[in-house]
Structure formats: C-alpha cells, structure tokens
C-alpha cells in the first residue's frame, strides 16, 4: 500500500490512519480508535514486555554468576547479606 | 528511620534523602514510583533498583557503559523536560546523570543475560528523578548479550 500525506486507509470497521505528514524520515500519523484500543509506540510495547520478565525474582546464586560474567574476577563466598544504598551513584554511599 | 523489606538483601533502613523518584514509573509498573538505588560490594557492577510500594519488586541493573563503552544516550526535549535537566544539551553520563541497563537474566540464547539498551534508566542525579528513556531510532537493542569481562587478577 502506498499513501500520500492526506490519505488514510482503514483496518477494520473502526480504526482510521491518516498520514498527516511526511517531512524527511518522519511520518506523521492521525489515528481514530476506539477507546478501548490502546495505541503505543512499539518500542514502548516492547520495553514493557520486557521489564515484566526482567522483574521477575533471580536466585542469588543466578546474581552471583552473573557479576562473575561480567568481571570474570574469583568470587568471594560471603552471601548476599550486606547492601549499600547508593545515595549519589558515583559516590561511596553509606555501608549499612 | 524508615525500613523497607527488599527482594534481595532482606530488611533495609533508609532515608527519604535516598529516594529516587519515577514520575511515570516504568512501562508495565507505571505505579511504582519511588526506588531505592542498591549495591552490593561483592556483586558489583551489578546495580539495584527497589520499588519501595513493591518489596517483591527489584530491578537488576548495570551500568550501560559497562555493558557498551561507547553507547551514547540521546534524550528528547520532553525527556529532558521530565528529568528536570537544562534544555539544549545532552547530560554527561556518571556527572548529570546515572545511566543503567536493565538486565534480563534469561532472555539471551541460550539462556544468557541481555541487557535492554534501547530503554535504559535515566536519573537526574542531583535531582532524584528518574525515567526510563526510550531510545526511539537509536538502533540499540532490547536484548543486547550482557558482555564476558576480561579475566582480572585476583583481589583487584
């Protein structure tokens, strides 16, 4: 399908797409949905699925293995007990 | 002082000057919107990012320049607007602002850890106000394979 700015076309009975306008690489779009169509980019889509998956819980030993990949360095075999909040990133933080 | 029961380092004291704020929350936890930051010395780079509404909730993060070097963030007017940062220029990374990729630890093939450097979290360091930035156009992917570090030696 090819459209010029100030066409549309339709999908289904109810969402409209216009090209309002075409500047370069970017594209304009006009869109009529009805409400309960949830219009998002798809990166956004996207990064949504993705948090749901990265929040899900880890074991601490996954975490351990994880830093180790990163660092490649011996790792020490004190468990996960002690934390830092990081009040700045980039300073020293308080030991708790 | 307040305290908190987190995902992964059990009961925590914090302070209010520790908060980190989300105005929009993240997509898919558009409600969760104050964080504490976390670290942990002997899983370091590793990052932290705890809802303080969610104990169950905690992101793993790392650093974006650990996981690309060379990766450039570019936010928008709006973006900037929303991390209370000056218009007109980008903020440097590790001075205006942190910079962090959420990891997913299974997403990879075969099961490797990626890291999603399309949206990385954005925070305003002297603010306390964070996003997560989607990087519209960039290139970067979602699921880019967390690196393998270079052998250190030990104790270093």
Partial sequence: MKRRAGESFTIGDQIEIEVLEVAGT?????????????????????????????????????LTALAHRVLRRPLSTQGVTRCQIHDTPGSSGTEK | MPQ????????????????????????????EQAFLFL??????????????????????????????PDYVVNLDAEDLAALHL???????IGEDILCAAIVNTGAGQDGEATANLMAPVVVNLKE?????AIQTGSGYSHRHPVPVGREVAPCS
Avoid: W
């Avoid at chain 1, 779009?29 to 993705?50: M, N, Q």
């Avoid at chain 2, 908190?4 to 929350?25: C, K, N, Q, S």
């Avoid at chain 2, 370091?44 to 793993?60: T, V």
């Fill in chain 1, 26 to 62: 970017r594209v304009k779009l006009g869109i009529v949905a009805p409400d309960s169509v949830a219009i998002v980019r798809k990166e956004a889509r996207v990064t949504r699925e993705e948090n749901i998956t990265a929040a899900q819980p880890v074991a601490p030993d996954a």
């Fill in chain 2, 4 to 31: 908190i029961r987190t995902a992964y380092f059990g009961e925590l004291d914090y302070t209010d000057g520790t908060v980190f704020h989300f105005p929009y929350g993240l997509p898919g936890f558009e409600h």
């Fill in chain 2, 39 to 68: 670290k942990q010395p002997h899983i370091e780079p590793l990052l932290f990012l705890q809802s303080l509404g969610n104990s169950r909730l905690c992101f793993i993060l790392l650093p974006i320049l650990v996981v690309d």
């Fill in chain 2, 86 to 92: 000056p218009p007109g220029r980008q903020p440097r």
């Fill in chain 2, 128 to 132: 306390q106000i964070g996003m997560q």
